[in-house]
């Protein structure tokens, strides 16, 4: 013990050969510590925010990315509990003054705005009671109103007001827009508290996904401060390179052990998976939730995605018949995209960036532009199963066979199987699914090509046109070009006008005299059909 104590170690995970447990699934900064857990610092941010002379402050971060560990630590250190932060920055920077706290969570049943009254209504009567409190009503605005205004009388000082999740009940409508409006109509006079008890508030701190028009909380508040892009908190949640290296680095040997690679070759395994998730376009933060599961199950998996993906994206994303934006390398925005979204017309594109599905790659303040592109590999291959399983009604299990076989085909110049088990993949399309569009097709073509782990590019460009694909593998290249067939009667034509069309523009050119084989394929869809012809040069 006189070892341990005397030796500082602030984000290590381990000491001679004993390892910290993996905080998986902790969202509480007590229990986290009670159980000797792993633990990065995160506190310098925390002090940076709660010093900064500002109140009332907005983040967006995607779900399952630490938020509510982050608003649990929070909550600790306004309860002036000092002895859970020993090592930590935080520690000798403040007073430690107590002050009354109340941490909302939002993720509750909404199903109807009366199961969401009711839940909100139960769940401020049980923080109230932790002070001893009675609120004598059932309406839960005025619950909620009554509440401060008690607690502060109470205690003698303002309180400290956490909302996490603050728009989970509209977003899980979000497909049913009746109820999705009714319950902002709802939340619209709910989140009016904050604004009317700023007298009862000393710090006020909403996370969620994304900020929703016409709800007061950002029309009320004009003071309320998004901190979700600014510069300062940029790592408040996820792990750095950093802190990854230094928080997890014997799990990560351990790991190395068993793949029989370097740690040096981990790390950059790791980094292609899971890392990747900015909000400035400078400072790349790894997905916390991946991070956990792999270093547990030690299997590369999307695992945040199988988790935490919101359902209503991929609801919305399927109603649209739109997910071209998801294939494009990179979406050039305005530095303000993201500020509204109006409910009864989502854009995707903000959309796609506040749940994790699009990240800043980079960015130029002088034109006030961000370049958008998808996080890693593990949003890219899950993204693509999600939308191919909704799409050509296979079962995930069916998809990653199919996706393996095309890419054995393919690597091996057997094209013939590669298109069979294209052909076995598209052939349940339904026909609420389909869309009569060469672009529809080539999506998914893309999509497919994703999943299988194969080095792509789409509509790659040469000095007087550009091919839909190229399929890069070690031996050879595949030059594509998809055409879509009205009908089956005409796939023979479309076939013959693809293949004259890559010859025409001579888009296999910059392929040739590489020392690989080189394919000429044309592609030919249609509803539950396709056919392609294979010449290699």
């Known amino acids: 013990m006189a070892l341990w104590s005397s030796v500082k170690i602030k984000k290590c995970q ?17 229990n986290l510590q009670s ?9 310098a941010s925390i002090h940076r925010l709660i010093d900064s002379g500002s109140w009332y402050y907005f983040l967006s971060r995607p779900r399952r990315f630490g938020k509510s560990l982050l608003l649990s630590t929070i909550k600790a250190v306004f309860e002036g509990r000092k002895e859970l932060f020993e090592g930590l920055y935080i520690y000798d920077k403040i007073d430690w003054e107590r002050y009354p706290v109340i941490l909302l969570d939002m993720s509750r049943n909404a199903e109807s705005l009366d199961t969401l009254k009711k839940s909100l209504a139960v769940g401020l009567k049980g923080i109230a009671s932790g002070y001893a409190i009675e609120l004598d009503y059932e309406d839960p605005v005025i619950i909620f109103s009554e509440f401060i205004r008690l607690l502060y009388e109470k205690t003698g000082k303002q309180v400290i007001l956490l909302i996490d999740e603050y728009d989970k009940p509209i977003l899980d409508a979000i497909i049913d827009l009746e109820r999705a409006t009714e319950i902002r109509a709802f939340l619209q006079g709910f989140y009016t508290v904050i604004k009317s008890s700023g007298a009862y508030l000393r710090f006020v701190l909403l996370t969620g996904v994304s900020k929703i028009s016409q709800t007061s909380i950002f029309s009320g508040l004009n003071n309320l401060d998004d901190i979700s892009t600014d510069d300062k908190y940029t790592d408040i949640c996820g792990y750095t390179q950093q802190e990854l290296e230094t928080g997890f680095g014997e799990y990560i040997s351990v790991l190395a052990e ?50 935490g993906t919101p359902g209503f994206l991929i609801k919305l994303l399927k109603s649209k018949n739109d997910f071209s934006l998801l294939l494009q390398k990179e979406i050039e925005v305005n530095i303000n995209f ?13 959309l796609c960036f506040q749940t994790g599905y699009l990240t800043i790659k980079r960015a130029d303040f002088k034109t006030a532009t961000y370049w958008l592109q998808i996080p890693n590999e593990e949003v890219r291959i899950a993204l693509s199963e999600s939308i191919l399983v909704d799409f050509t009604g296979q079962s995930d299990y069916q998809i990653h066979v199919l996706a ?31 869309l009569p569009s060469e672009s529809h097709y080539h999506a998914l073509f893309q999509l497919t090509m994703n ?29 594509i070009e998809i055409k879509y067939a009205k009908s089956k009667k005409v796939l023979a034509s479309s076939l013959k006008e693809a293949m004259a069309q890559i010859k025409k523009m001579r888009y296999h050119e910059p392929f040739l005299h590489q020392g690989r084989e080189v394919h000429l394929l044309a592609l030919a869809f249609t509803k539950g059909a396709m056919d392609y012809r294979n010449e290699v040069i």
């Open 338 to 350: 993201a500020n509204k979204q109006a409910l009864e017309n989502m854009d995707i594109v903000p």
């Open 35 to 43: 159980a000797d857990c792993v633990y990065i610092d995160k506190t």
């Open 14 to 30: 381990y000491f001679r050969g004993i390892m910290k447990k993996l905080p998986i699934g902790q969202q509480s900064f007590e």
């Open 451 to 479: 999943l299988a782990g194969i080095d792509q590019r789409s509509e790659s460009y040469t000095n007087i046109g550009r091919s839909d694909s190229v399929l890069t593998f070690k031996d050879r290249v595949y030059v």
């Open 258 to 307: 068993k793949y029989e690679i370097t740690h040096t070759e981990m790390l950059a395994k790791i980094k292609h998976w899971y890392n990747g998730y900015s909000w400035n376009g400078k400072t790349f933060v790894y997905n916390p939730f991946s991070v956990l599961l792999l270093l547990d199950k030690k299997n590369f998996e999307p695992h945040w995605f199988n988790t």
């Open 404 to 434: 393996k076989n095309i890419r054995n085909g393919f690597d091996k110049g057997d094209v013939d199987k590669a298109v069979d088990n294209l052909r076995i993949l598209f052939s349940q399309i339904g026909y609420n699914t389909h």
